[in-house]
């Protein structure tokens, strides 16, 4: 994984997002690959792998009062804050800035300010395309997940039909940003399109991953790896559940109070 570089102090008063740029790459009409947590985790897992496969460097950040108030203490010794992530790739010919992440924020207002942070910053790098990745639930297995698509573009929408997509069968509502940044790219002058995968809503879902992942190999003409994918399911579904113990945690703390003290190890806030 690309080493991150050293990060500059956030503004005192930290009242909304801040979007701290470590290096500017040159960008020539970059597509922006979105892979934040939702069902199935597809879309992470996706990115995740992306920024393996094509060996991607970081080059900004953005930290928000929008997301949790939690940390990771990492076994390392290590505190890791949640942040979004932006790095640069090329897949094929094409520039690539994946947007990766380990969570979301928590309100609507916030959702719709870190979207419009994360678009206007990609609008200043000459950004033209927003691809948004997320699974849509089947409840059950299915062999060979279908990919949904719809755009903000025509033109657009054809492509990323002839590279496997397919039109929903009827209307369905995407919940977060990854329906939010492909849908407003349309007010900043860019293009925007979701992939929705078929995936059974399991905690880490490698082969809706796998898929998105073939698609976006064919709309890029770029070759990229899919072998690490099974253990990066295991290893996200691990973080996932440590998440959410610490959350349950710090719930169980704010109910039960001094009792709780002394008979819960549980993390610090």
Same mark, same amino acid.
């Given at each position: 994984?690309?080493?991150?570089a050293?990060?500059? /102090?956030?503004?005192p008063t930290f009242?909304s997002?801040? &979007?701290q740029?470590?290096?500017k /790459? $040159?960008l020539?009409? #970059?597509?922006?690959?979105?892979g934040?947590p939702g069902i199935?985790?597809v879309s992470?897992l996706a990115?995740?792998n992306?920024?393996?496969?094509?060996?991607a460097? &970081?080059f900004?950040?953005?930290f928000? /009062?929008? *997301?949790p108030n939690?940390?990771l203490a990492l076994?390392s010794? $290590?505190l890791r804050?949640?942040?979004?992530k *932006?790095y640069?790739?090329?897949?094929?010919e094409?520039? !690539?800035?994946i947007?990766?992440?380990?969570l979301?924020p928590?309100?609507v207002?916030?959702?719709?300010?870190?979207?419009?942070r994360?678009?206007n910053?990609?609008k200043?790098?000459g950004?033209?395309q927003?691809?948004?990745?997320? +699974?849509?639930?089947t409840?059950?297995?299915?062999e060979?997940p279908r990919?949904?698509v719809?755009?903000?573009? $025509?033109?657009?929408? $054809?492509?990323?039909?002839?590279? +496997?997509a397919?039109?929903?069968e009827?209307?369905? #509502?995407v919940?977060g940003?990854a329906?939010m !940044?492909p849908?407003l790219?349309k007010?900043?002058g860019?293009?925007g399109?979701?992939?929705l995968?078929?995936? /059974?809503?399991?905690i880490?879902?490698a082969q809706?991953? @796998?898929h998105?992942?073939?698609l976006?190999s064919?709309?890029?003409g770029a070759k990229?790896n899919? @072998? @690490?994918?099974?253990k990066?399911a295991?290893?996200?579904?691990?973080m996932?559940?440590?998440m959410?113990?610490q959350a349950?945690?710090?719930a169980? @703390?704010s109910l039960?109070?001094?009792k709780?003290?002394?008979?819960v190890?549980?993390?610090?806030?």
């Open positions: 994984m690309p080493k991150a050293k990060i500059p /102090p956030l503004d009242s997002s801040e &979007l740029v470590l290096s /790459p $040159k020539t009409k #970059p597509a922006l690959v979105v934040l199935g985790l992470k990115a995740d992306l920024v393996k496969s094509l060996d460097r &970081l900004a950040r953005l928000s /009062p929008h *997301f939690q940390v076994k010794g $290590k804050v949640f942040s979004i *932006f640069h790739a090329k897949a094929g094409r520039d !690539l800035v947007l990766r992440g380990d979301q928590l309100t207002e916030g959702q719709y300010e870190v979207t419009a994360v678009l910053f990609f200043s790098l950004g033209t927003v691809i948004a990745m997320a +699974g849509f639930a409840n059950k297995k299915v060979k990919i949904f719809s755009s903000t573009s $025509k033109n657009f929408l $054809k492509q990323v039909l002839s590279s +496997g397919a039109l929903t009827q209307p369905v #509502p919940v940003m329906g !940044l849908a790219s007010l900043y860019l293009s399109a979701c992939l995968v078929e995936t /059974p809503g399991m880490a879902d809706g991953a @796998s998105l992942t073939a976006l064919k709309l890029f990229i899919v @072998s @690490s994918l099974d990066r295991k290893k996200a579904a691990a996932f559940e440590q959410e113990k349950q945690a710090a169980d @703390s039960t109070g001094a709780a003290d002394r008979d190890m549980r993390y610090i806030h």
